[in-house]
């Protein structure tokens, strides 16, 4: 049974910082890639960065490159997401989700999901 | 970056019909892409890859056709359990740039 548990989500200012986490159970997590989502207040969906299984590789939408950084300790079976320089606009609920092996044709699938974090950027 | 555009935004079906719900991505995905149904409350559950794969425990009631930018998932026979919103992923981008659809809400008529 796969697992995922977000945390450190929260109320943060505009132009702060805070990083989540996402602990990971019942997956070999050092063999698949790692994606982070994130669901804004209208619903959408918006993927946000992946990456690979060996941390070698990381990939990030348009949005967030520059400010937020993914990477994940497989010793502890763990992902993050550091986020700096927050906006009004990243307020969202966040979503690690397990994806394929990495390079596989379906990296890109979310297989499974965790219940997600909220963050809420405001002054 | 792929834009994907999901119709209709609202679908009202009677427990026990088809469904029909519809994804389009602006260039070609091939045959990558994915559905994922989310109930109120709930993380996203992946129903269908590859265009129209189920994955893992998901019923035979749902399938999913089409390649390039025109996809559709049915769901045949509608149990009361379906109604939720329904999203379309791509995932052909590389590097990676998957995008989502805006989301069809399926509705009990």
């Known amino acids: 049974q796969v697992q995922l548990v977000e945390s450190g989500g929260g109320v943060v200012q505009p132009g702060r910082s805070l990083r989540l986490s996402c602990a990971a159970s019942?997956?070999?997590?050092?063999?698949?890639?790692m994606h982070w989502v994130r669901q804004t207040p209208g619903k959408r969906l918006e993927w946000v960065a992946v990456i690979s299984h060996d941390e070698n590789d990381k990939y990030y939408a348009d949005s967030v490159k520059g400010r937020f950084t993914i990477s994940r300790d497989n010793s502890k079976n763990t992902l993050y997401l550091q986020m700096n320089s927050l906006r009004a606009e990243d307020t969202a609920v966040y979503f690690c989700a397990k994806g394929d092996y990495w390079a596989a044709a379906r990296t890109g699938v979310s297989f499974d999901w965790g219940q997600g974090t909220l963050v809420i950027v405001s002054s | 970056e792929i834009v994907m555009t999901q119709s209709p935004a609202t679908l009202s079906v009677s427990p026990g019909e088809r469904a029909i719900l519809s994804c389009r991505a602006s260039?070609?995905?091939?045959?990558?892409l994915a559905w994922y149904q989310q109930k109120p409350g709930q993380a996203p559950r992946l129903l269908i890859f590859?265009?129209?794969t189920r994955a893992t425990g998901i019923p035979a009631r749902f399938s999913g056709s089409g390649s390039g930018t025109e996809f559709t998932l049915t769901i045949s026979s509608l149990q009361s359990e379906d109604f939720a919103v329904y999203y379309c992923q791509q995932y052909n981008s590389w590097p990676p740039m998957y995008s989502f659809g805006q989301g069809t809400k399926l509705e009990i008529k």
């Open positions: 590859e265009a129209s």
């Open positions: 260039q070609s995905v091939s045959n990558n």
């Open positions: 019942g997956i070999t997590f050092s063999s698949y890639a």
